[in-house]
């Protein structure tokens, strides 16, 4: 029998409150038997969600805490301030070995800050990352996964060249082991080709990948090919992941206002028709993002998952898989391998 | 009377011949009594569009070159190696005083570097901008202008704190003058406050601008604020602006192919489809780009406006009213004067 994978839940800091991210853990170790869920949390709070829930009691602990931190609070200083929050704790599960990983739902930047105060980075990483998914019109690996991996979305704003390099190669080995994707196209996100100069940091980042040899670098691609999916992995700083993303999110709730204002200035719509066909099925697409949005911070001694503080129990198994498919398929060794191999 | 604005219209270069731009160019002259169209392209190819049109004869003429620069031409090298295609002739023709404004519907990258080559800069300006237009929901100014201008697009990469400054203001007396729009806010784009970091330009960006007395400077917005519609004028720096136009393009074609293998994996689309109605109304939008896509060249000494390369003769024809009403407001002189105010 297998060793169970500990898997810590940072089940506060949701607007929802933790009955929503419970049920996700309780789903978890009932669909996988080897599977151990340690929700870190205010005790009475994950009793009472526990209250009406079936569930293997030796596959479920609880980890009391009486702090955490909320959305709207400010990432580096919450984190310094409140030592004890849950975010914090469940992080310092992972570095004293006492769980394999982290699932957080809380505030996504408290969640990197607090991995990045309290883990330490891997070899040769000077910049960790931050991942999102995207949508696209073309699914790979062996899951026939429907989304494609962007990094990074925001654990920080820039990133030099090589720093890029090292997003790519590890993007790169999260998409090969979990999402078993046995070759996956990586790209760099930048400006078009119609348009004038390349940024310094991508023109450096393309030298790099080009000579790497266990990467599948398919070079430059532009915004309109994130969801095409011409990439399985696209790479770009922090400032354009986050936008892009926030572009999308933006964009599909953008409201009817626009149209009665379209209506009365009399644009023509007319030959949008078809376009506008095609373009219902990527909206479509984008909700998704909310439903299953498990996505890696990548460059730290663990494994380490962010799911939206919005999301539905099975979008938080579903995180909870990925993290023991991470873990089972020993993500961190392989990347501390890859990183060190060069 | 008036006198006239004499616009210079690139005729060449588009995928559908020059037909619809001079059909637009017919349009303008016809509804604007005090527009001269110099059509610059092929006299045959002219010509014969013209034949089937009725005009203003004294109101248009026609100014032949035999080379042009198609579509996936490398700009910059395509501008030095035929000085005699319709773009650089355009721009030549402002230089020399023989025309106000030009409207372009060629390359755009060509159109960049044709006017950065032949074109003096403003004082004080080290990096032109392209703008482009994204429709939002709300209107703005006398006109209920649905568009925000978001700039820079893609005349370069990259840009420094005190470029993005510059491109600020250029901005803001672009949509003060010619969109009518008496205070238009302005606003840097950048990651959200949920995420770490601040990149360099951003922080110096907003120092200079917080310090700018004519400038309507509302902050830092996020991805998701350009669909709604906070600012009137979005700056970036050429790849962030370029990478999102072009996922604002993307999300709109994204194929059907989605949908089937999303139904396919059992993601739950059900709560999302409130958030669909409104998205439809958003991708309406963003069709119109497409319509009414006139966007400025700003940074150097002429009313330079583009339009894309399908534009409709409708659109063709507002581009030049919105060059004529630059011309008219003195945009140029404008701009001039704030760049040398501080």
Same mark, same amino acid.
Request: glycine share 12%; charged share 20%; aromatic share 2%.
């Given at each position: 029998m297998k060793m169970p994978v500990i898997i810590a839940f940072d089940v506060m800091g949701s607007e929802h409150g933790p009955s929503e991210i419970v049920r996700g853990a309780v789903a978890l170790t009932s669909e996988a038997s080897n599977v151990h869920? +340690? @929700? +870190? $949390? #205010?005790q009475s709070q994950v009793d009472s969600a526990l209250a009406s829930l079936r569930y293997h009691a030796e596959r479920i602990s609880v980890h009391h805490v009486s702090d955490w931190i909320a959305q709207g609070e400010v990432p580096l200083a919450a984190v310094d *301030?409140? &030592?004890e929050a849950s975010v914090c704790v469940a992080a310092r599960l992972v570095r004293e070995g006492d769980a394999h990983a982290v699932v957080s739902v809380g505030h996504p930047g408290a969640f990197v800050a607090a991995c990045q105060k309290l883990l330490p980075r891997l070899p040769n990483v000077d910049r960790i990352a931050l991942g999102g +998914?995207? &949508?696209t019109a073309t699914t790979r690996g062996q899951n *026939? #996964? &429907?989304f494609c991996l962007l990094l990074d979305v925001g654990a920080g704003a %820039? *990133?030099?060249?090589e720093e890029l390099a090292t997003f790519a190669l590890m993007g790169s080995c999260f998409a090969r082991l979990v999402s078993r994707n046995s070759e996956p196209k990586v790209a760099l996100l930048a400006n078009g080709a119609e348009t004038l100069g390349e940024a310094q940091r991508i023109t450096e980042a393309k030298r790099r990948l080009e000579m790497s040899p266990g990467i599948n670098f398919i070079g430059i691609i532009e915004g !309109? #090919?994130?969801p095409r999916g011409t990439a399985d992995v696209v790479v770009c700083d922090g400032l354009v992941g986050n936008v892009c993303l926030k572009v999308l999110e933006g964009t599909s709730e953008t409201v009817v206002a626009l149209a009665g204002s379209a209506a009365r200035s009399g644009l023509p719509w007319r030959i949008g028709l078809q376009v506008l066909a095609r373009g219902i099925e990527g909206i479509k697409g984008s909700l998704a993002l909310h439903e299953y949005a498990g *996505? &890696?911070?990548? $460059? @730290? %001694? $663990?494994? @380490? !998952?962010?799911v939206h503080p919005s999301s539905s129990a099975r979008s938080i198994a579903n995180a909870g898989k990925v993290a023991e498919r991470a873990v089972r398929h020993e993500l961190i060794q392989e990347m501390r391998r890859q990183l060190t191999a060069s």
């Open positions: 869920a +340690v @929700l +870190v $949390g #205010d *301030a409140k &030592p +998914v995207w &949508p *026939a #996964d &429907p %820039e *990133a030099s060249g !309109m #090919d994130i *996505a &890696p911070i990548l $460059g @730290l %001694e $663990g494994v @380490l !998952m962010k």
